[in-house]
């Protein structure tokens, strides 16, 4: 099955146990369409060609089960849900990145595996079906009793430490997005001349610059000017 | 010029030594051969770029690969383990060897601090009576220091201290934000700190270079070309020159010496085809690095030259040594709900404190400065991870789900400060590499292999570093994070190598028994053989090596020029 038509499926998948009540937990309860937006297959961002195959090899490379994928992607979804104005983890492709990320990392591909086969059995003996396949609030029980890692319940133990894993993958991968970039309200990484912090940051912390050191800091107008020094080091331009 | 012409010079490695040596030499008018094991690279070029460029541009979000240690968006190409390029270390000993395989080798990730050596780090024995003093001083290298300063271009400021000299200086950006509450913490704990000095231009100094604008992305090299790499300073302007051949994606193997002891070229590999390559030389500059330079050097065996090239008195590889390091940090509950503008600002640090306590008896010997991170940062792989950690601080509960993490994120963005440390090792005859009989690379040249231990003054250091950054943090009002480490961690002690800091192997003294080189990185032992990376430095100081580096190249440069005016050469 190539790429595409695996996503499909997946979505499909995520469709099905619509009585469950999964599109509530995916907040799509209105259209009952999953949301989930999918992830460039191309990347180019100044790589060398040892770079651009090894990534390669990790996109062909199937790693985890369609079962495996949709439990990934209920998860991330109870852990951002797309019932927010900047979107939630499905809407920012989060499951293909954990499925991504896993197969890079290598030393993630056992903790989530062997994770969501732990909550498999674990939502099996308390309600009788994998996590995909109980219902929204059924899950959301095992979420309350897996997301707070201060739980000391010595049975509880690997699956805080798995539910604590993917709130970290799916987070990473959200504000690593445009969403999460919106959602954060980030406002680096574009050409500019930084002049300090503003004012009223400055007042709201109390904070001033001391006159000596301003005094010694680039003056921004004159920063096109051609540098010269004087023969004793003091800049002249 | 066929291939059979001996070059005026080949250089050997194109950072931060060999850009330096390349563009003297052939602005002098000579002829110059640049090897280098990697590729051609320019940040400028959009196939090379990483620059500006989002988090969601990389599949992995700039995590770190093998190739890429410090992140999926930096620039260098290198890392501490290469494929088909092991080394060894000796039983109970450890180092991490980086290298870079690349045109300006690891002047394209480094971070730009650029401190000159003083007075005092030239002749520590005379002060703490421990390792060497170098054979010449703060007055030789100054005016090679000040040309450094007006070609490359730092930013920095005059305070007139003693061991951390004045220079010809950029003016630098005003603080951050914590920034600010590092200098308020250092005022209150009577540590003094400074506007940081990082060869970035804050200030036009040619028309060919551009001017920064601020996006902290210097790691990832500069489009502009407005901070310093090799490359785009130093040999981009000697390959117009047009008396430059760059010989890329080439390895040296040895240096070839004739019957009288002098070099007559290099032997090398060419990577991309594995075909043998011979360069004629009148001169030879071994700039490929600390260990790197040691390395072929002891594969450049002959009948005169036995036990390798250099190495008549079994010091090449020797006194190999590493800065110290340690670092903390703390949550500062005063930078939650920030709030958000850009705060980039330079590829770096905009304060640090330099070393501070000279005259103070301590129980280890030399000194460490202090480096100071934190902000608004751009988001990238690890972004989120414990993403309300600190909460257990303010008596709230860690973990959960859903929209409230929303929250938690931007409560605690950019609460973060941190120290970093960078102190001197004292170096060691018993810290040394070697060849590593058993062990070829893929190329077929023997391997390193490595044997270093800290000795007692770096783990008292760092227990000194521990206790300063906590004292400091705790002044900042933060709380600090993560266990103090004690003695069975040496106090959170860098291991030897990773700060890529590594010098010594090849150390210039004016006793051709102990030494390697002499005052001007010219082998004892051939005299149309240099040495012009760090493996010249007879002690490190707590500064970061570069800007002694491009001083010293220059300087070893402009003699050659002369004895070979001269005829000497």
Redesign the interface.
Known sequence: MNKTSRREALKSLLLAPLAAGLASATGCAAGGAVNWNELPREYSYGRTGAERQRDRKLFAETYFSEHELVAIAVLCDIILPSDHPNGGALDAGLPEFVEFIVKDRGNLKLPVRGGIAWLDSYAIGEFGADFANIGEAQRLVICDRIAWPDVEDPALQPGIRFFSLMRDLTLTGYYTTEQGFRDLGYQGNVANVWDGVPEQTLARHGLRYEPEWLEKCVDQSRRDIIASWDDDMNLTS | MSAADPYDAIVVGSGAGGGMATWALARAGLRVALVEAG?WYDPADE????Q????????????S?R?RPFG??NAC?GGWELDGEPFTTADDTDFMWWRARMLGGRTNHWGRISLRFGPLDFKRRDSDGLGDNWPIGYEDLKPWYDKVD?LV?V?G??EGLPNDP????????????HE??Y??SARRAGIPVY?SRLSIL??????ERG?C?????CSRACGLHADFSSSTVLIYPAVATGRVDVYSNTMVRKVDTGADGRATGVSCIDRENRRELRLNGRTVVLAASACSSARILLNSISARHASGLGNSSGHVGRYLHDSTGASRAAFLP?LMD?????????GGMHVYTPWWLEDTQLDFARGYHLEIGGG?N??????????NQYKRFLGE???????G??DD??RF?GSRLSIACRGESVPQYGNYCELDPNVVDEWGIPALRFHYRWTEQEINQARHMQDTMEELLEAAGGVLLGDKPGPEREYGLTRPGEIIHEVGTTRMGDDPATSVTNRFGQLHDADNVFVADAGTFVSQADKNPTWTILALAWRTSEHIVEQMRQRNL
Do not use: H
């Open positions: 590729p196939a090379q770029r990483t500006f460029r989002y988090p969601w541009e990389s599949p992995r979000r700039g995590a690969t190739l999926d968006f190409i007006k271009g930013f400021t005059n004045d220079g010809f200086f950029l003016p630098p950006p005003k603080p951050r934000l600010l509450y200098i308020r506007p804050t200030k036009r100094i040619n028309k001017v604008v601020y996006c902290r992305q005063e920030r709030d958000i503008y850009n705060e980039d600002g330079v608004m751009m988001p990238s792989y690890g972004f989120g991870f414990a993403a509960r860690v973990g959960g789900y859903g929209n993490l929303r994120i931007r963005y």
